[in-house]
């Protein structure tokens, strides 16, 4: 008898593994914010960036580069799509969060009534958690928030793609980095540039290059002591 006992005892030994194999614990779905832009004529004609509540996301990006058509002697760029995981800072995503419930979930109207508009581009917010989900698209919104969000969404876009052009000419013309991060130095200051961290390895790539001028390194570095501060 209890040898038998023995036995099934170490039967629900060796099956217990596989049994909790079975039952995995389902990770919590975060919640997620998207914005949508599309506009041709840019260099960045359509770009989609998503956010997760715990700061994660992704930048999509259609790119008709601008970069090697000044005659600088750098290779244009070919056409490309770019697919990166970002992360924001905490900051940043409280807000943008904070604005979605409060316009519940984008199950607002957004776009402007008003006639003879100029183009700035379809846009289009959209939730998705368990909380809720909605969306709206839009040329122009009258709406307050909806507009202090699009130019968080725009200023972050901005730094990426400030981040692709620096790489670029870091890597095939150095002089033309000079007015690029003052570009982006300039932006930033003014807001129209937002999360230098989603750029940081450029950065700190050409902050410890001695082949760049000096004055574009101590750019370089005074944007990763914004990062590290934030």
Partial sequence: MKAAVRIALGAMLTLSPVLFAQAPVAAAIQPVISFQFERTGLPVP???????????????????????????????????HVNRAITLTPATVAEM???????????????????????????????????????????????????????????????LDEGRRLAFLHRFDRLGLDAEINTLADQAKSGGALELGTIAPTLSSIASDDQVMERVRVRASRMLEQVKAQ
Avoid at 54 to 69: K, L, M, R
Avoid at 149 to 155: C, S, Y
């Fill in 97 to 159: 969060f904070k604005t979605a419930r409060a316009l519940k979930y984008f199950s607002v109207q957004c776009d402007s009534k008003a006639k003879n508009i100029a183009n700035t581009g379809a846009k289009t917010l959209s939730y998705s958690g368990a909380d809720g989900h909605g969306s709206c698209s839009y040329n122009y919104s009258e709406n307050k928030d909806i507009t202090s969000l699009t130019n968080t969404f725009l200023a972050i876009a901005f730094t």
């Fill in 46 to 80: 359509k770009f989609t960036i998503k956010v997760e509540e715990n700061g994660s996301g992704t930048y999509q990006a259609d790119v008709i580069p601008g970069v090697g058509d000044s005659g600088s002697g750098a290779p244009a760029e070919a056409t490309q």
